[in-house]
């Protein structure tokens, strides 16, 4: 049992499963009771394998999962850093364009324009 891919380990208990329902079928022919088969040791040896095997299996399966997590991780964080380049590239193609435009220029004249609405009220004649 020194095999570390899933396929072979399911195969594996397949096989022990197989001995330990023929080593029943057999001490069942001789007329053995069910506490009996239990502390055959045979059986016993066959149940222990059984079980490491299927601790083996679901250890696969929580490695094979953690390593799809981290792909996804390490996709996500690509596309943050890709998106994250590409943001501040937009940022200063827009921001230079208007710095020759000269923004500050128009808001000048708007600014003027603003005030002249904004009379002063007409003084009373002094009297």
Same mark, same amino acid.
């Given at each position: 049992?020194?095999? !570390?891919? $899933?396929?072979?380990?399911?195969?594996?208990?397949?096989? *022990? +499963?197989?001995?330990? /329902? *023929?080593? *029943?079928? #057999? *001490?069942?022919?001789? %007329?053995?009771? %069910?506490?009996?088969?239990?502390? =055959?040791?045979?059986? !016993?040896?066959?149940?222990?394998?059984?079980? /490491?095997?299927?601790?083996?299996?679901?250890?696969?399966? #929580?490695? /094979?999962?953690?390593?799809?997590?981290? $792909?996804?991780?390490?996709?996500?964080?690509?596309?943050?850093?890709?998106?994250?380049?590409?943001?501040? &590239?937009?940022? /200063?193609?827009? &921001?230079?364009?208007? @710095?020759?435009?000269?923004? %500050? !220029?128009? &808001?000048?004249? +708007? %600014? =003027?324009?603003? @005030? $002249?609405? #904004?009379? @002063? !009220?007409?003084?009373?004649?002094?009297?």
């Amino acid at each position: 049992m020194a095999s !570390k891919t $899933k396929d072979v380990r399911i195969e594996q208990r397949r096989m *022990l +499963e197989k001995k330990l /329902e *023929l080593r *029943l079928a #057999k *001490l069942a022919q001789q %007329g053995v009771s %069910g506490d009996k088969t239990s502390s =055959d040791p045979l059986v !016993k040896n066959l149940k222990s394998k059984i079980r /490491e095997t299927n601790l083996r299996i679901s250890a696969i399966d #929580k490695n /094979e999962a953690k390593i799809q997590e981290m $792909k996804l991780a390490r996709e996500k964080k690509l596309a943050d850093a890709a998106a994250a380049k590409e943001a501040p &590239a937009a940022s /200063e193609k827009e &921001a230079k364009p208007k @710095k020759k435009t000269a923004p %500050g !220029k128009e &808001a000048k004249k +708007e %600014g =003027d324009a603003a @005030k $002249k609405p #904004k009379k @002063k !009220k007409e003084e009373a004649p002094a009297a």
